[in-house]
């Protein structure tokens, strides 16, 4: 257990679908922060993303030395992880789920091509349990969690689930599975900035130190390319995969500086004994929540948000599905 006086912080960084020279070395660049400044953080691994890693055994090794968590099959191919649980009946959500996500996803078609998803990332760090998931762009949806607590995950860092009057830091377990709140942003462009970033850094810490449980999260990309790889899916599925562009230089240099800013003064707050930091999910002590006092339209909005807003995609099932798993019982909004 946790002083509870203390702000409990989770850092997280997701790898998608791709990684280039560049992001190999932006991603390498992270690791070697995180042990200068002995912080250990969960990283999130589609199961495409094995594939690539292969050839980068230097960077596998360095990611043991933190926790492995799952961040879906194909992060960005269509049909994403809304759309394919976006079916009128539940158990045929909950069965797809369960194929797509133990399978290799054509990063062209969408297809499914033999076994992969969190079988390669199982595989790939067999040493580690994988018991965390994370639904790109946060979007995740009740039956397709239910499959995946089938295949053996236990904690969900997506959107979380909220509660009727609780604040936004709790930590909730719900039907065995227990869900972390909305992570806040420590790679974007605010934080990193040169005007900025010493006011979003001291917003952020903050509210760190005020929060029950606050999840960081980053991307590798984001210190090295100007878009991220989901925007080349944003229509469709691509013929042909392409590169995103590269960020100038001096911008990259500037944004790991400021990224090293972050850890630093991250650290700072754990030397201070203001914070504490870890990678122990079973130490946590997470409240249990019953349907009546969860809030399933704020956490329905919250879980679509990003692929509405992102994809323009609108959804015709998932909300039913929402309210069946978090409500046990059919209604439309
Ligand atoms: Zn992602």
């Known amino acids: 257990m946790f002083l509870s006086w203390m ?28 042990k200068r400044y002995s912080l250990r953080a ?6 495409y993303l094995t594939e690539k890693l292969q050839s980068l055994p230097s960077l596998v090794e360095r990611l043991e030395e933190h926790e492995i968590g799952y961040h879906s099959s194909s ?3 269509r049909p994403t992880i809304p759309e394919y649980t976006d079916t009128n009946s539940y158990y045929t959500a909950v ?34 349990e994988v018991t965390a998931f994370r639904s790109p762009g946060f979007c995740w949806t009740p039956p397709h969690i239910e499959a995946l607590k089938e295949l053996g995950i236990k904690y969900d860092f997506s959107s979380g689930i909220y509660g009727i009057r609780a604040s936004t830091d709790e930590v909730y377990e719900f039907k065995g599975l227990k869900f972390f709140p909305y992570p806040i942003h420590i790679t974007g462009q605010i934080i990193l900035s040169l005007d900025r970033c010493s006011y979003y850094l001291t917003k952020l810490l903050l509210k760190t130190m005020k929060r029950k449980i606050t999840c960081l999260y980053g991307h590798e990309w984001e210190l090295v390319l100007k878009k991220p790889w989901d925007s080349i899916y944003k229509l469709s599925n691509p013929r042909k995969l392409y590169r995103t562009d590269m960020l100038e ?48 339209l704020k956490t329905y909005s919250k879980a679509m948000e990003w692929r509405i807003n992102t994809l323009n995609y609108k959804p015709k099932n998932l909300s039913k599905h929402f309210y069946k798993y978090l409500k046990l019982e059919n209604k439309n909004i």
């Open 7 to 34: 702000g409990l912080v989770i850092l997280t960084f997701d790898i998608e679908d791709f990684i280039n020279p560049v992001s190999a070395k932006a991603l390498e660049k992270i690791l070697i922060l995180l």
């Open 42 to 47: 969960i990283f999130f691994v589609t199961g």
């Open 75 to 77: 992060h960005s191919v």
């Open 95 to 128: 069965k797809t789920s369960l194929d797509r996500e133990t399978s290799y996803i054509n990063p062209l078609t969408g297809e499914i091509e033999g076994s992969g998803g969190i079988y390669a990332v199982r595989e790939m760090f067999s040493n580690k």
């Open 249 to 296: 230089a001096s911008k990259t240099i500037k944004n790991l500086f400021y990224f090293e800013i972050v850890l630093r003064s991250i650290k700072r707050l754990v030397d201070l004994n203001l914070i504490d930091i870890t990678t122990e999910l079973e130490k946590i002590d997470f409240k249990k929540i019953n349907s009546k006092n969860i809030d399933v």
